[in-house]
Every structure is written in structure tokens, then in C-alpha cells.
């Protein structure tokens, strides 16, 4: 039944924001992290969305148009670290600098409003399909 | 007389799958909202219609409104055990006019969720003409409740 495929479309997308939320809470969170655990600065996270067949078969999901959503990958961001001038650090170089980490807060603050737009479009969309199926139980 | 009380909902049932199946479609647009390069698409319900009711069911000026036709057979006409959902899946079309991101992602945020709203309010007007064509049925078969109670 087609309505409660809506739930699942909708559930895989609610899954996948908010795991691009969680990527934006851990930038934000680790925004000054000089060390990481293999002792480089932390580098920025961003999740890569993919389209998937909702019923699990087909490669061309859009031509169908019955496409849920994943993570596919969560990439670290290429761009260059931040550099801080701070001789006193025990982590500067032998300029004085010291590496920061590559986070945005700018670009963060906007995926956190755009994941939270698309979550509520996929919550809307639930609730809707929730309430057609209730509705076509009463026929 | 059997043909008759199918043919009367066979019609209502087609619709809703139909537009079942376009919520889906829409549901999963709005799922794809931020996937690189997805393009969203839409149910063409008339078409989807036409297809699921073998050619009869559409608002075309020229053609019978088949939920008065007098002949059952119209309705018959290529839709016996057909899938609705089958019918519509050929007339889902790419959504043209939209902007795309730099990114190749083509869903209109707003756009799908009123086209969504929509959907759902013909939706829920569907099932209340199936229900009132219940109750018509159950009058027909059973007299008005007014006679049912003093017998």
C-alpha cells in the first residue's frame, strides 16, 4: 500500500537530517579542537546524501520517482586549517603558529537551518500520510 | 446487479490509489530535498487516471463521466484486476520549470509541500465520496432508516 510507503520515505529522510545534524553539532562542538586523536586538528564533518530505490531495487531511483534517502559517506572537509598565531602553545610550530580546525561556524549555522527545514517537511509529510491512512480506515 | 455495485467503487478505488501513489511520489521529493543532483518528480494524474481506468476516467470534455455511466461496461474497459499503482508509476514525469541548485537538485521545498497539502485534501475528498456512496448503496439495499425503525 502506497501510504505507508510514504512512512518509510519519510522515516529514511528524517533519519538521514538528523544525522546531518549530528555532523553539525560535532563541527560546532570540536570548532577549537587543536588535537585530535591521531594528533592533527579536528577537520570538519558533512554527510553526503544519496538517493535509494525505497523498495530496495532498481539503480534509477528517480525515474520511478519511489526514492528514499541515506547517508552514503561522511566526508571530511579539504579546507585548509586555520592558522592562530600563539607562541606560548605547546602545539605551535617553530613560527609560533598554531593549526586550528577547518570549521565554518557560518556554514554550520546554515546546514542547521536547512536540516531542520527538511526535517520538517519529512515530519509534515509523516503526519500527513498518517492521517490519510487513518481517514481510509473509516471508509 | 453485483457489476453495478463494483463498478460504482471500482472507480473510487482506482482514484485513491492513484492518489496514494502521488503522495508517495511527493513524499519522497520532499525526502530528497537536499541530495545532490536528485530531480524531483510528479505524478501526471490525468494521465495516471486514464491509464488506470483504461482510458475512461479522465475530466476530458468529450468523455462520459464514468461514475454516472449507465453502461458498466465502460469501466471494465482494461481495468479488471489492474493495478492503480502499476497504471500511475507510467505517468510519473520529471517536474519542469523548477530552478535547480548549484548542486543539480531540482526540489522546490515550498512547492512540494503544498502540492502535498493538495494531494491530501483530494485524497480525504475521495474517501468521503466512497463512504457516501457506501451509505448510498446501503439505502438502496436496506430502505431509509426512518422505515428500517418502525418495522
Redesign the interface.
Known amino acids: 500500500m502506497s501510504l505507508l510507503g510514504v512512512l518509510n520515505i519519510a522515516g529514511s529522510g528524517m533519519g538521514a537530517e538528523s544525522q546531518r545534524l549530528s555532523a553539525v553539532a560535532s563541527n560546532i562542538a570540536n570548532a577549537n579542537t587543536s588535537v585530535g586523536p591521531g594528533g592533527e586538528p579536528y577537520r570538519a564533518r558533512e554527510v553526503v546524501f544519496q538517493a535509494v530505490a525505497a523498495d530496495g531495487g532498481g539503480d534509477d531511483a528517480a525515474s520511478t520517482g519511489m526514492a528514499g534517502v541515506k547517508v552514503a559517506a561522511i566526508v571530511e572537509s579539504d579546507a585548509p586549517l586555520k592558522q592562530v598565531y600563539d607562541p606560548g602553545s605547546s602545539f605551535a610550530d617553530q613560527n609560533g603558529y598554531v593549526k586550528m580546525p577547518n570549521v565554518n561556524n557560518v556554514d554550520e549555522m546554515v546546514n542547521m537551518l536547512s536540516a531542520q527545514q527538511d526535517y520538517q517537511a519529512d515530519l509534515e509529510a509523516f503526519n500527513v500520510a498518517k492521517t490519510l491512512a487513518l481517514r481510509t480506515l473509516q471508509i | 446487479m453485483i457489476g453495478t455495485l463494483d463498478s460504482s467503487l471500482e472507480f473510487y478505488r482506482q482514484v485513491?490509489?492513484v492518489r496514494?501513489?502521488r503522495?508517495?511520489?511527493?513524499?519522497?521529493d520532499?525526502?530528497?530535498?537536499?541530495?545532490?543532483g536528485?530531480?524531483a518528480?510528479?505524478?501526471d494524474f490525468a494521465q495516471a487516471l486514464e491509464n488506470a481506468t483504461g482510458g475512461a476516467g479522465t475530466s476530458g470534455t468529450d468523455r462520459p463521466r464514468t461514475w454516472l455511466v449507465e453502461e458498466p461496461g465502460q469501466m471494465q474497459a482494461g481495468n479488471t484486476g489492474g493495478d492503480a499503482?502499476a497504471a500511475a508509476?507510467g505517468a510519473?514525469k520529471y517536474q519542469m520549470g523548477t530552478q535547480a541548485s548549484l548542486d543539480g537538485n531540482s526540489v522546490d521545498?515550498d512547492l512540494?509541500?503544498t502540492t502535498?497539502?493538495s494531494n491530501?485534501v483530494d485524497?480525504?475528498a475521495v474517501?468521503s465520496f466512497?463512504?457516501l456512496t457506501?451509505k448510498m448503496l446501503s439505502t438502496a439495499i436496506n430502505g431509509s432508516a426512518g422505515q428500517q425503525g418502525g418495522s
Open positions: 485513491l490509489a496514494g501513489y503522495q508517495e511520489v511527493l513524499a519522497a520532499i525526502a530528497n530535498a537536499s541530495t545532490p536528485f530531480k518528480v510528479d505524478v499503482s508509476a510519473v521545498l512540494e509541500k502535498a497539502a491530501a485524497y480525504e474517501a466512497t463512504t457506501l
